[in-house]
């Protein structure tokens, strides 16, 4: 048992159960216990920038060149579109096989079409070019302060690394103080990480608390139906590329269950990023790769919310029954491959990419959307774990296209963590047989006497 609580994750998912039990029981005290999670987001996503800026500039430094960012960038950027468009196609044909919008039987002139209005608005505004201009920060302290969005960090570190690296020897005075800011950096991450529980525990008390169990009653077969294909993608695709690559998909999400747990009681993907790099790193995927892909998955490779997408949006057209022809369901896929990268990093960003995917379709009304506004936070946790798993995988494979992954390292790591957890349950087995067979000692030892 004592090994058992030294360890991050019992003491996560005890919170998560805890706070859930927590909502339930008092909705209000729940409610109340929001400020604990958003309050460990908030300190997880003061050091992402900083990390992301020192690994990718320190990747760049240490033995890497231009050439091998530009083919590592266009590698990943070439398994994200192909991994995210299947994840596209099935949502698609889930949502088409089961179906379950059919029977819901809403009245459009009944919804709320101002509690979808904002994002609809938003979504009108976003467009390719705002989304490529809003890459470029306006200063460079602003991709730190400002929006927070990585790739505006991304930028600056591809720019500082290439500066630095045609300095030669003028640079190493900085290329040293970076490199003693990206220890202090994750020494402070580390640190954090311990408040995990209490961040995860709030979280779950106040989803529960202000929506109840009420909330997923009416729209369960559209949750049961999106976390079956969230596992599916999991197990199946993610599953088939992990053998090709060389490991096993189960042990692998094992390797990372405390960054998982972490995901799943914040609904935030980007609260255990650096955790997670950190492990891949261990992995014996090179630093420069991870620093590359990671941060760039978090815009490109958003497999839960690319399934979520077609799921969603052919949903409310069948709870208003509407019937969408086989070109409407493929321009719904199309669009979507666009606008799930067009809203990285904004608020709200599943509904505002939903909003202005439905655009495509003017047959369905963007106020369909009212239909599942209530158990959007619901999904929300099965949409960042996918993406959380799918952006481990990748940068996996593309560190094995490179040719830079440590195989053995990989096997040894994998093989290791599933011991530990081998172990781990034949010890807490064997404890209560071990006393037992102590106490009847004792008992034999005190009836000779």
């Not at 070019?129 to 930028?155: C, E, N, W």
């Not at 490179?402 to 290791?416: F, H, I, K, P």
Request: one cysteine or more.
């Amino acid at each position: 048992m004592k090994r058992l609580t030294s360890h991050l994750y019992f003491w996560v998912v005890l919170a998560i159960v805890a706070g859930g039990c927590l909502g339930i029981v008092d909705p209000k005290l729940g409610v109340q216990l929001k400020p604990l999670g958003d309050g460990f987001i908030a300190l997880v996503k003061m050091l992402i920038s900083p990390i992301i800026f020192c690994t990718v500039v320190l990747g760049i430094l240490n033995g890497g060149d231009m050439k091998k960012v530009g083919r590592v960038g266009v590698k990943a950027i070439v398994y994200f579109e192909v991994v995210s468009t299947i994840a596209l196609a099935i949502g698609l044909v889930v949502v088409n096989v089961l179906k379950p919008g059919h029977g819901f039987n809403a009245d459009v002139h009944a919804l709320d079409a101002n509690a979808v209005a904002t994002y609809a608005k938003k979504a009108g505004e976003q467009s390719t070019v705002d989304f490529l201009l809003h890459i470029i920060p306006k200063t460079f302290t602003d991709a730190f302060t400002g929006s927070g969005d990585l790739l505006q960090v991304l930028l600056l570190a591809l720019l500082f690394g290439y500066a630095m690296q045609h300095m030669g020897q003028r640079g190493k005075a900085v290329h040293s103080f970076i490199e003693e800011c990206s220890h202090i950096f994750f020494s402070m991450m580390s640190a954090i990480m311990k408040l995990a529980p209490l961040g995860a525990g709030g979280a779950m008390a106040f989803t529960l608390g202000k929506y109840g169990w009420a909330a997923l009653k009416p729209l369960a077969a559209l949750m049961g139906s999106f976390y079956l294909t969230c596992g599916l993608f999991v197990l199946v695709v993610l599953g088939t590329i992990a053998a090709v690559t060389g490991f096993n998909i189960l042990r692998f999400i094992a390797y990372i269950k405390e960054e998982l747990l972490t995901v799943l009681g914040t609904s935030s993907s980007e609260s255990a990023l650096v955790p997670l790099m950190a492990k891949l790193e261990r992995l014996g995927c090179p630093k420069s790769v991870v620093g590359l892909v990671v941060p760039a998955g978090y815009s490109f490779n958003l497999d839960g919310t690319n399934i979520y997408l077609t799921m969603a949006a052919l949903f409310v057209a069948q709870a208003l029954n509407i019937d969408l022809t086989l070109t409407q369901q493929l321009s719904i896929l199309g669009v979507a491959m666009l606008t799930s990268k067009g809203a990285s990093g904004v608020t709200g960003a599943g509904f505002i990419t939903l909003a202005a995917t439905l655009a495509v379709v003017p047959d369905v009304p963007v106020a369909g959307l009212a239909l599942i506004l209530g158990v959007d936070r619901f999904m929300s946790e099965a949409r960042a774990l996918t993406n959380f798993i799918g952006n481990a995988v990748a940068t996996v494979v593309v560190s094995k296209w490179e040719g830079e992954l440590d195989q053995a390292v990989l096997t040894r790591e994998l093989r290791s963590g599933y011991q530990d957890e081998q172990d781990s349950m034949l010890t807490q087995q064997a404890a209560p047989a071990s006393q037992g067979g102590t106490q009847a000692r004792r008992e034999d030892q005190h009836a000779h006497a």
